[in-house]
């Protein structure tokens, strides 16, 4: 089976003017064909996030009418804007919004579904999405939308802003996209409002960003983030915050905006893989947005130097938001307009720079989590999990069912690159149940095709192993694919393994579970609500590649190693040496230097290429 979410790379979509023309164009048609006699563009199956999708159409109809002229455009635009000024603004509160702090306040707000009561938690976002809406249109409105619809729309895009700042709590589901979306309305807004009500608009848009979203965020591997439902990025969310950053960035000058984006551009593209294969997060853990997210990858693409356009997107989604049948829809149409109208160009080569928890080259790369220990690992075209054994999780040896990965003090790293070769050295002191400090030494080296994975630790009691991970999933042409195998090979025994017990605490690989369905089957609350990075957290065993030590060594140490992307035989020597710990193979030769060597105890390590 493939995952239903990880599709192509965003880049691959082509981005001239003559291909988005050729998109307005399909909308129009679509559009012209849907509107119904009161000038209802809402896709006919649309039943949630709907309170802003008749004038998300309406605004992509406005930016074709820009580019082309096409004169059936205008009287659809100014039927369409009727209708939702005449029957999707609401002014009475919904029954059971929990998030009021004027009650009756009479301001204009957008449903997240029609019916009063129903789903009324999402009128928060709608009313977000709606004023963004709103913002796009004001902008093509001349020459296309009479004074008298202007200052309407003007008036209502204004009473979204108040009930979204003063009539309710901001940003209720503290979720960074939205926060950030709120912002970029009141930087829209504020330019189409007179100088006297615009300037303060704007005063609090920047306010609200210092405030409520920058002073809330969230560290993660090396990174502030703006926190997305509860966590500090999401794998669909992030990259939408993303693209409200460049959107802010774009509409207001500030700087702020820009030096957050590229933080989270940087952060993106260490934890994304060579292949844009990512999971994780605390609402959807394998659902990627697509167009949403095209602005942020390209303009922060372009701005740190690195290929973000990698990241696999769903191309259900690759222009715009559309239904099962194919349909457009207007959810989120502004990230389309947005896209067009930026003129930023893909920078599609990786980035040169040294990334603390990122080792790439080639088809091969290792991204870390905040302990240093691999969160996936590519090689070979297959994607590899942290597993889990006795309801511990990562990459490291394991002695009597207990993994020896979570430091105890400071971590330590280590770059080289020499020769075609790319390392990265990881030590970090561990405890183990005995309560003794040990020191965890994690070598990996890459040619750009195959990963070697060298871990050595002070001699274990018993038969240890090293938990080498999850094999996950695949690359299948622009999908990718669940598995349970993989092309690995190691320099002592090496097992698959998979749970003995059943259960949703019990993930195997052999299964068509994703990830995602089995963590949200362990989160605490509802599908779609709940945190699933939480719920795998409660994951007892998986699916493991289990590789034992090495039968020649140091006498103090186990050492062990694993070669991922080829299943050929692996030698690996490693003896003491004055230099060091020697580690060898037909591809390399690296040396380990004792960190009391160095004035600041830091890890050295010398790497060269074997000779021919």
């Not at 970029?184 to 189409?192: D, P, Q, S």
């Amino acid at each position: 089976m493939h995952l239903p979410h990880q599709r192509g790379p965003l880049h691959d979509l082509p981005d001239t003017p003559e291909a988005y023309d050729a998109v307005l164009a399909d909308v129009t048609e679509q559009a012209l064909a849907r509107m119904t006699p009161e000038g209802n563009l809402e896709h006919p199956d649309c039943v949630d996030d709907i309170g802003d999708t008749s004038l998300g159409v309406t605004s992509l109809l406005a930016l074709a009418w820009q580019r082309g002229k096409d004169p059936r455009l205008p009287e659809a635009v100014r039927r369409s804007l009727a209708f939702h000024l005449g029957e999707r603004v609401y002014t009475d509160d919904n029954p059971g919004y929990p998030n009021l702090r004027v009650r009756n306040s009479g301001l204009p707000y957008a449903r997240y579904t029609l019916a009063a009561g129903a789903h009324p938690i999402g009128d928060w976002p709608s009313t977000v999405w709606a004023l963004l809406q709103a913002v796009n249109v004001l902008d093509a409105a001349d020459g296309l939308v009479d004074d008298a619809h202007r200052a309407r729309l003007l008036e209502v895009a204004h009473g979204y802003w108040r009930w979204l700042t003063k009539a309710t709590f901001f940003n209720p589901q503290k979720a960074g996209n939205q926060a950030i979306g709120c912002v970029v309305g009141g930087l829209m807004l504020a330019r189409h409002l007179p100088p006297a009500e615009g300037a303060p608009v704007r005063r609090e848009a920047l306010r609200l960003y210092e405030d409520e979203i920058r002073a809330h965020r969230i560290a993660d591997r090396g990174a502030l983030l703006p926190p997305e439902h509860g966590g500090a990025y999401d794998n669909n969310y992030g990259p939408i915050s993303l693209s409200f950053l460049a959107q802010a960035h774009l509409v207001s000058g500030e700087e702020v905006f820009a030096e957050d984006g590229d933080a989270l551009a940087r952060y993106i593209d260490a934890r994304l893989t060579n292949g844009g294969f990512d999971n994780g997060g605390p609402r959807y853990s394998e659902q990627h947005s697509a167009f949403e997210s095209v602005l942020g990858l390209r303009y922060f693409s372009a701005r740190i130097g690195s290929d973000l356009g990698r990241y696999r997107g769903d191309s259900r989604w690759a222009r715009h938001a559309v239904k099962a049948d194919g349909g457009v829809d207007g959810h989120f149409a502004w990230m389309l307009v947005w896209q067009i109208q930026d003129t930023t160009r893909w920078h599609r080569e990786p980035s040169r720079a040294l990334a603390r928890h990122q080792l790439r080259a080639g088809t091969v790369s290792v991204a870390f989590d905040d302990r240093m220990t691999p969160s996936v690992v590519e090689a070979g075209g297959t994607y590899y999990l942290a597993a889990a054994v006795n309801r511990q999780h990562g990459f490291g040896p394991v002695t009597d069912g207990f993994l020896l990965c979570r430091p105890m003090g400071e971590v330590r790293v280590r770059d080289v690159r020499a020769d075609g070769l790319a390392a990265k050295l990881v030590t970090k002191p561990v405890v183990g149940r005995d309560h003794v400090l040990r020191h965890v030494r994690s070598l990996y080296i890459t040619d750009g095709t195959s990963l070697w994975t060298t871990v050595a630790i002070e001699r274990l009691d018993g038969t240890p192993y090293l938990l080498a991970g999850l094999p996950y999933a695949e690359d299948d042409g622009d999908r990718v694919r669940r598995t349970a195998h993989a092309a690995v090979s190691c320099a002592g025994t090496l097992r698959l393994t998979h749970p003995g017990a059943e259960g949703p605490e019990h993930f195997d690989a052999r299964t068509e579970l994703t990830q995602e369905q089995a963590a949200f089957a362990l989160a605490e609350d509802p599908r779609g609500y709940g945190n699933p990075d939480e719920g795998w957290r409660h994951l007892i065993s998986s699916t493991a590649l289990e590789a034992g030590p090495l039968r020649e060594g140091p006498d103090d140490l186990h050492v062990f190693a694993v070669r991922y992307g080829s299943a050929e035989p692996c030698a690996v020597s490693v003896e003491r040496s004055l230099e060091g710990l020697t580690v060898r193979t037909d591809t390399f030769t690296a040396v380990i230097g004792d960190p009391a060597g160095d004035a600041h105890a830091e890890p050295r390590l010398t790497l060269r290429a074997a000779a021919d």
